[in-house]
């Protein structure tokens, strides 16, 4: 069934505010079109017709499409983000009313959406109360207002250097989504930075909703926390919280979904079905990474390697930058620097370690390279307005920029991964995409003009949020060709959108080494994390400016509690590698990095649910006890303080100098937490002031949970309050698709139960196995 709405404008409109009328009719169409369409005017200078499409999604989300009904020219639809066309719900009409506006249902009948005519206003209902209004303040050049019902707590939108919840922006700028290089970004501000992910989660007590807003322009949100006076089942009035919001984007059309929960959970869920879920990592990159800008030559990268074993720290993945290359030529080797590439993974490989290596969108400008010359001669670089080749300067001095949205130049450039085409490289070399946003020397903003010419003769404009996606998604694709479909990739982005959770990891870019930005870290991964971007980092020390022992070891225990854990820093700051400290420091870091190691099988179980259930493996406390408004009201707690997935360890860093107590809120008043360090038992539903020195770790493992660990005991539990406990262990060769094309794998789950324990096995694999023993109380594998 398809809905129309004929446009009648009111006498009354004027250009100050627009209004809209509509007449609604109806005709019969296929099941598979969408539910709902309009047609409207929107009276401004010049009168603009409008379309609208409003459909139903399975498993609980609306899509709101606004575009004209005559356009110029086509209007840019963000292509590659959604990992398919949804699945939509047929829906019918549950009443008219007399002031001209329908309500439609669909499924069970427990949600329902009223479109009224003049002015227009579309109201989501959930369970018979407003959840969410749509035009409620009236139409924007390129925009939609949204109110969310009930609700004063937004998070997510990344990426901005924040706090955790959406501040009011009433009284000041709006939140920006626009991919930039900024070094050394101001914290506590609204300023996009290297990524942009246009989704946001309001939460309450009784509800959690998603909105997103799939546009790639630059994109301005503004929030405001009100309250409003509603009625209710019971035809009283009461004031309830209300949350507004203003999306604003350059060009584009709208396409925005409303997903409708209940949980964080289902949310969550909702979410991954439309950009997708996060890729399963292959095992060594949950390991620690060293990186530096730059590391010198074949020996210095050697001496490193050899200074991890001589100290006993362990370590996966050793990283090179530019300076590898021969003269910021990507896909090349400095032969006096790195004479023997090959022999150099090799030997990485021995010691079952991996070699990561940067390749940045911008390709130096010369005629006698043949890659720039192939990539001229084909047509494959972004072209300015006049339809030239767009100059910029970047790391190689005059650059021309590949264009990524295209599909055959990303086809072309993930083929430049193959072994016979990247000489010196092997299967055990990795990637690493920077200045992706893009980059650009003396740019506008340090960016490509927005008039510069894509494929199709799309402008920058319409879609630069997209670009460094394209990169990331063309290398990814090229590691994957180069293994035959076989392994899979590791690939780290600077910058991100909607669906880079697909693709690999991303990090919060050039940080510095202060105080500040450790503390500020948090709060930015954790907004990655509820918004689907799971495996995320910062630079572990700052990477800019020199850290002092303390903050140093503070970083070093805060990211082996982060998914991505790697530390980088400038070239022109003192070498960091971690036994340059004194054997103090040395240990410190060697004892945080030793913790990760150990919780390796957790969190690639952690990343595993991420990967099927899209539960992030680390987020804020009000995500698992999302009743307790303690865990969302108290900011300053809440930046601090959060669970990894399964809620089976809360951590809470250290992030001030000095610091001889920290306070963690405990929540769940029916909870026990054990102190992993010390052991001893805390009960929840408190805020406990707790000592700390500087081996001090604050971290809780919750009562009733089962971590699957990498030193003995294999197995660690904690009972709850009723002696039971449950867990779960994801195993599977650590870096094959086989778990995904072979069923390849084991997912076991353990559980305690008044003395006796039991193994579940859910999934098979032929090369491990798990032999359970149950002595003097406690579970051992």
């Known amino acids: 069934m398809v809905f129309f709405f004929s446009v009648i404008p009111s ?14 009719t109806r005709t019969s169409g296929k099941q598979n079109e969408f539910a709902c369409l309009l047609a409207m005017s ?8 409008l379309f609208m499409q409003v459909c139903a999604i399975k ?21 590659d983000v959604l990992t398919g066309e949804p699945v939509y ?11 001209n506006a329908v309500t439609l249902t669909w499924g069970t009948g427990q949600y329902q959406i009223r479109i009224q005519a003049h002015p227009l206003l579309l109201q989501v209902f959930c369970d018979g109360e407003v959840t969410a209004s749509l035009n ?5 050049s390129v925009g939609l207002d949204f109110g969310l019902h009930g609700f004063s707590h937004v998070y997510g939108l990344p990426e901005h250097a924040d706090t955790l919840r959406l501040k009011d922006t009433s009284d000041g700028e709006p939140y920006r989504l626009y991919n930039l290089d900024v070094f050394g970004y101001s914290i506590h501000s609204p300023l996009g930075l290297y990524g942009s992910v246009p989704f946001l989660l309001a939460h309450s007590p009784d509800r959690t909703v998603g909105a997103f807003w799939l546009n790639a322009s630059e994109t301005l949100l503004d929030v405001q926390y009100d309250c409003k006076k509603v009625k209710t089942k019971q035809c ?10 203003r999306w604003m984007s350059e060009s584009g059309v709208i396409d925005s979904f409303i997903l409708l929960g209940p949980s964080p959970s289902h949310t969550f869920l909702q979410y991954a079905e439309l950009t997708g879920y996060q890729a399963l990592p292959p095992l060594f990159s949950l390991g620690y990474h060293q990186c530096r800008w730059s590391y010198d030559d074949e020996a210095d990268v050697k001496a490193v390697d050899a200074g991890f074993d001589r100290h006993a720290i362990p370590y996966d993945v050793i990283w090179l930058d530019i300076e590898h290359t021969r003269q910021n030529r990507y896909f090349t080797w400095d032969s006096q620097l790195f004479p023997d590439p090959v022999g150099l993974q090799r030997h990485l490989q021995e010691r079952e370690r991996k070699l990561v290596v940067i390749s940045d969108p911008h390709i130096k400008v010369d005629p006698s390279w043949e890659l720039y010359s192939e990539a001229q001669d084909r047509g494959y670089f972004v072209r300015d307005r006049e339809g030239k080749l767009y100059n910029g300067r970047c790391w190689p001095g005059e650059s021309c920029y590949l264009d990524f949205t295209s599909p055959e130049v990303r086809a072309w450039y993930s083929s430049l991964f193959a072994l016979d085409k990247y000489k010196g490289s092997t299967d055990s070399l990795h990637v690493w995409n920077d200045m992706n946003e893009p980059s650009v020397f003396g740019g506008p903003e340090q960016t490509m003009p927005k008039d510069a010419v894509h494929h199709g003769g799309v402008e920058h404009r319409e879609l630069h949020n997209l670009y460094g996606f394209y990169q990331h998604l063309a290398t990814v694709e090229g590691l994957i060709s180069r293994s035959g479909g076989l392994e899979r990739p ?9 669906g880079s959770q697909r693709l690999g990891a991303v990090w919060t870019g050039d940080n510095l080494a202060t105080w500040e ?12 994390s509820i918004v689907g971007v799971a495996f995320c980092g910062a630079d572990v020390g700052g990477f800019f400016q020199d850290p002092k022992p303390e903050l140093l070891i503070r970083w070093y225990q805060a990211g082996s509690l982060q998914p991505f854990f790697r530390g980088h820093s400038a070239k022109m700051m003192k070498r960091r590698e971690p036994w340059l400290f004194g054997d103090t420091v040395t240990a410190a870091i060697r004892n945080a990095v030793q913790q990760r190691y150990c919780l390796l099988p957790y969190w690639y179980t952690l990343f595993h649910q991420a990967h099927t259930s899209a539960k992030p493996p680390i987020r804020p406390l009000w995500v698992e006890f999302s009743k307790e408004q303690d865990t969302f009201t108290s900011i300053s707690i809440m930046q601090f303080c959060y669970c990894h997935s399964g809620s089976a360890l809360l951590a809470c860093p250290v992030t001030d100098p000095g610091a001889t107590k920290v306070k963690v809120l405990l929540p769940g008043s029916g909870e026990n937490w054990y102190d992993v360090q010390t052991k001893r038992i805390y009960s929840g539903g408190r805020t406990l002031s707790l000592a700390v020195t500087l081996d001090t770790v604050p971290l809780f493992q919750r009562g009733g949970t089962v971590i699957p660990r990498r030193t003995k005991p294999d197995i660690f539990l904690t009972a709850s309050l009723q002696g039971c406990a449950e867990g779960y262990l994801y195993l599977d060769d650590g870096h094959s698709f086989n778990y995904r094309d072979k069923k390849h794998f084991a997912l076991r789950r353990f559980s305690f139960r008044e003395g006796l324990g039991h193994v579940d096995t859910l999934g098979t694999v032929s090369h491990s196995a798990l032999l359970l023993d149950i002595s003097n109380g406690s579970l051992k594998c």
């Open 59 to 79: 498993a609980g989300a609306v899509r709101v499409t606004i575009d004209e009904w005559k356009p110029i020219r086509p209007r840019f639809r963000v292509p």
């Open 11 to 24: 006498d009354k409109e004027t250009n100050s505010r627009p209004q809209t009328a509509a007449i609604l």
């Open 490 to 498: 590791f690939v780290l982005s600077r910058s991100f959108f909607a």
């Open 42 to 49: 929107f009276i401004t200078l010049l009168q603009v017709q």
């Open 136 to 140: 409620e303040q009236g139409p924007t």
């Open 236 to 245: 009283s009035s009461e004031v309830l919280p209300h949350t507004n919001l």
């Open 89 to 99: 719900e047929r829906m019918r009409v549950e009443k008219k009313d007399k002031k």
């Open 517 to 528: 930005y450790l503390k500020i870290s948090i709060p930015m991964l954790l907004s990655l």
